[in-house]
């Protein structure tokens, strides 16, 4: 089991899922209270959907170089690194949200993807010596087979329930559209019953 600080330990069951998001500096809304909510799941969907149809704050990442870079490099990180084994995946206009079973350190991995792509995304928008990705990121662990399918939908029905798409397929920054085109969207192998997929 790892073991990872952040402002609180975390720790990392061994052949876990992990739902993973992080978000562009600057593009949590001001105003939002967590404390509103009654669990930190509750409160996470709430500021995802706050994220997810803001209109205002950065979203450089609705540049089609951008995006494109980061799904280039979420792809890269399951099969040239062998991070992890990518489940599900999503860039919207500020965040991206991810569906891994881990082969690394959730730090070393989110080092790598924020690190390469915000240098990378920075020199494409010619900004330089600034900030591109929150520090912060959210992970929480897929407990069974039923958590690990709503997860995935969610992540997939993001651009969606954002009114950015008619539907998932549609968004062309995500699995949903991969999975269209020739990219196997794969169920993990652990024998949970996930259900229709």
């Not at 876990?16 to 996470?44: C, E, I, M, Q």
């Not at 995946?89 to 690394?104: E, K, S």
């Not at 991995?109 to 600034?130: F, M, V």
């Not at 997939?156 to 998932?168: I, K, R, T």
Request: include cysteine; hydrophobic fraction near 40%; glycine fraction near 6%.
């Amino acid at each position: 089991m790892l073991e990872y600080r952040r402002r609180l330990p975390h720790f990392q069951p061994d052949d876990v899922y992990v739902f993973l998001t992080w978000r562009l500096w600057g593009s949590l809304p001001a105003n939002h209270d967590k404390a509103n909510y009654p669990t930190p799941g509750h409160a996470f969907a709430a500021v995802d959907r706050a994220l997810a149809r803001r209109r205002s704050g950065p979203s450089w990442l609705k540049d089609r170089r951008i995006a494109a870079l980061i799904v280039d490099a979420i792809q890269a990180g399951e099969s040239e690194k062998h991070f992890y084994e990518l489940y599900a995946w999503v860039v919207m206009p500020n965040h991206v949200h991810l569906l891994i079973q881990p082969r690394a350190g959730l730090p070393v991995i989110t080092r790598w993807l924020k690190g390469s792509t915000a240098r990378a995304a920075n020199q494409l928008l010619e900004r330089t010596g600034k900030p591109f990705w929150q520090d912060e990121s959210y992970d929480h662990w897929a407990r069974d087979g039923k958590e690990f399918d709503r997860i995935r939908r969610y992540i997939e029905d993001n651009p969606v329930n954002a009114g950015l798409a008619d539907s998932a397929e549609l968004w062309p920054w995500s699995s949903a559209c991969s999975s269209m085109t020739g990219q196997a969207n794969r169920l993990p192998h652990h024998g949970w019953d996930l259900g229709t997929p």
